[in-house]
């Protein structure tokens, strides 16, 4: 069982830059994946980023690939979104997430969230 706390999100102007963190309880010893999804306002929820416990890869939705970059402290159960060049259509919840596989959070959803952290870039 994971419990996932999100936060950092906040009101940044266009080309601004904003670092997400999300600590992990875990009540066992396991070896899990995370990321983060985002919902923007009458939009469906989106894939954005991910992470394998061994940090050895990262995947990341088109939309992002070059502007956020995903990591993971295994010390602090912690992974984090750092944000940069920020878009008014990066606007949405954003939500950590665990378990599964990495390589698979484009497509599937895994089974533990977050509440969200709300990001806002505007003028």
């Known amino acids: 069982q994971i419990q996932l706390v999100e936060s950092g999100g906040g009101l940044v102007q266009p080309g601004g830059s904003l670092r997400l963190s999300c600590v992990a309880s875990v009540r066992s010893i396991t070896s899990y994946a995370m990321g983060w999804f985002r919902q923007a306002p009458g939009k469906e929820r989106e894939f954005v980023a991910a992470?394998?416990?061994?940090?050895?890869?990262?995947y990341y939705a088109d939309s992002v690939k070059d502007r956020f970059t995903i990591s993971r402290d295994n010390a602090k159960n912690a992974i984090y979104l750092q944000m940069n060049t920020l878009q008014p259509e990066d606007t949405a919840v954003y939500y950590c997430?665990?378990?599964?596989?990495?390589?698979?959070?484009?497509?599937?959803?895994?089974?533990?969230w977050g509440q969200g952290t709300q990001v806002t870039v505007s003028s």
């Open positions: 992470i394998p416990w061994s940090a050895l890869s990262t």
């Open positions: 997430a665990a378990g599964g596989f990495a390589s698979t959070y484009s497509t599937k959803s895994p089974p533990y």
